[in-house]
């Protein structure tokens, strides 16, 4: 259709948000290993080699998704439906955490000779697929919401 | 910014809802719905998209007296 605009996937404001979204989410990244950097400088290391790693991509990424879903720019104009990602999404962080409970009922811990466990690797992982369909869930009851009081 | 009642009538006129008319030129619902709002500034080609499936012109939807 002559119409339609090129994009294939996402809309020009979903873009416009998502470019803004990246961008503080490089910036919180880049504060994030900062501050890793220097507690791990000044003080040593504050959490296993990996749990770190995973740290450090977790939250950065949760933020982006969690911004993102509650902009309306995380699914495609094309997506018709949400439901297969979102239970998807759910399930693999169901899956984590539970590893993750799994771990600390067989004696794990989440502080190991002072610094955190490799055992939060899992819940970190875990994180930003749960944070995902439950931004969309209170998206969906606040949509809800405010068409009650309309 | 101010919202933008004329795409809104001229959707009514032509009996399309916000849905309808953000499928026809290819952005989501809440992007359509921004724009009435007057929350979301759109591009000049999303604006002649609009123009186009409503049958109206640029002036007659986008310019405020």
Redo the contacts between chains.
């Keep these: 259709?002559?119409?339609?605009?090129d994009?294939k996937n996402y809309?020009?404001?979903?873009m416009i948000d998502r470019y803004k979204i990246s961008f503080e989410t490089m910036l919180l990244t880049f504060v994030l290993i900062f501050i890793s950097g220097m507690i791990n400088i000044f003080h040593g290391p504050w959490a296993a080699g990996n749990t770190q790693m995973m740290i450090l991509l977790s939250i950065p990424t949760s933020y982006f998704a969690v911004r993102v879903v509650l902009k309306?720019a995380y699914f495609s104009?094309r997506q018709k439906s949400y439901a297969v990602s979102l239970i998807l999404f759910g399930a693999t962080g169901l899956l984590n955490l539970g590893n993750f409970v799994l771990d600390l009922m067989n004696g794990g811990s989440i502080i190991e000779n002072g610094v955190l466990s490799e055992d939060l690797f899992s819940f970190f992982l875990a994180l930003p697929f749960i944070l995902i369909p439950a931004a969309y869930f209170i998206l969906k009851q606040t949509d809800k919401n405010n068409a009650e009081d309309d | 910014m101010v919202k933008n009642l004329k795409i809104k009538a001229a959707r009514a006129l032509m009996d399309m809802t916000q849905k309808d008319l953000a499928e026809?030129?290819?952005?989501?619902r809440?992007?359509m719905n921004?724009i009435e709002m007057g929350d979301?500034n759109?591009?000049l080609?999303?604006c002649?998209?609009i123009c186009?499936?409503l049958g109206k012109t640029l002036d007659d939807l986008f310019w405020e007296e």
């Design positions: 259709m002559m119409t339609k605009l994009s809309d020009e404001r979903q309306r104009v | 026809a030129v290819g952005v989501t809440q992007t921004a979301y759109p591009t080609n999303l002649v998209s186009k499936v």
